[in-house]
């Protein structure tokens, strides 16, 4: 059965606080317990409503996320488009100021004379003369311009780039900060998921327990435990499980627990029940330890199959659960005598060593005054107290005990 080590059992207490627990535990009567379950209902359609508002959420922010990467690639592009038509104007920069170094060396000298003065005053008129000086001073004049121009393009696709790469950065901080919000909305969206779940036990077993003293034929106004002591067969002893077995683990705080390879499968921690076994393994029949109403099977990952059951004995009210079945063999609902057949024995759950029974007793009828580990934990008793199980050795027969 599932063992809690301190910290664990700290942690269950600290969430019982938070937790409500099925509303059959402060009701008297069937209206008191319809008014809960109507107030049940209420939180969770307002815990629905919180779900679905974060989803709305999470997918809006994922949006902006979406085209927050859309704007960064297109950033990225044209940073890398204006880094290539720097380079490429710098290129023609150094073509064109060196051709212009080279026109003006030519136009300046040749050995010793002037081509310059060759070139002017070989012209054949005035006119050819003028446009001759015109041109000269015009294509040097043009290439200063052109360089100018891109000098000046140079300048403003770096201005470009700067307002660009800001523009990233800050595009970038922006991402990340949703990137943490979203990881915090999926976190709060799972938490009221897990609250979600736990209401929606809670209406299950509210209308269980409903339906229940319907059932019965409890009034409307009829007191609730008054009317649970009517649905249970009296009894005045315990018997043991099975004809045949010993203990395994004992209830209390124990040590750690290793497979048969060494390694440790569970913790040091509170054990709430005893563990018994016996050579039949997977083929020994349990039998219900008194008379009384199955009230729930289930499984979980920790005590695997597991029944719980109602018993009246001597005027008092009790709860026997048995973990960790290979079959269950009963069903919610059925009466059950010391001679029922109710399950098989098994390894069932996380943390078993082999196949037993974790045999656990609770005062009060558990799942409906009371609900969660925490309180049900709180009304545990030793089984030996209630059954006569040997100390030492085994057993061989299932014979009343009761104190």
Known sequence: MKKLSIISLISLFTVSMFIVFPSNVSAKTLADLRRELNEIEKREQDNNN???????????VQNEIGSIYKEVDTITKDIATATEEIKELNEKIEQKDESTKTLLASLQKTEGNSFYVEYLFGAES?????????????LTEYNSDLINKMQSMI?????KKVKLANRQKDL?????????KISQLTLDKLELEDVGSSIEDEIRNAKQVIKMYIDAGCGENEDINTCANKLLPPDTSFWRPFSYGYVTSEM?????????????????GLHEGIDLSNNLGYNNAIYAIANG??????YDQWGGNQITIHHKINGKTYSSSYAHLSKILVKKGDIVTKDSVIAMMGATGQYVTGPHLHLSISTGLRFTEYAGYAPYLARCVNPRTLINIPSRGSWSDRVTYYR
Do not use: C, H
Request: overall charge negative; cysteine-free; glycine content about 4%.
């Open 50 to 60: 919180s779900i679905n508002m974060t989803s709305a959420e999470i997918q809006r």
């Open 126 to 138: 005035i006119e050819d003369f003028i446009y001759r000086y015109a041109i000269t001073g015009q």
């Open 155 to 159: 300048k403003e696709n770096e201005e």
């Open 172 to 180: 970038e901080s922006r991402q990340k900060t949703l990137t943490e």
């Open 252 to 268: 209390g705080y124990r040590d750690p627990i290793y497979n048969s390879a060494g390694v440790m499968i569970t913790s040091a």
């Open 293 to 298: 109403k199955v009230v729930a099977t289930w």
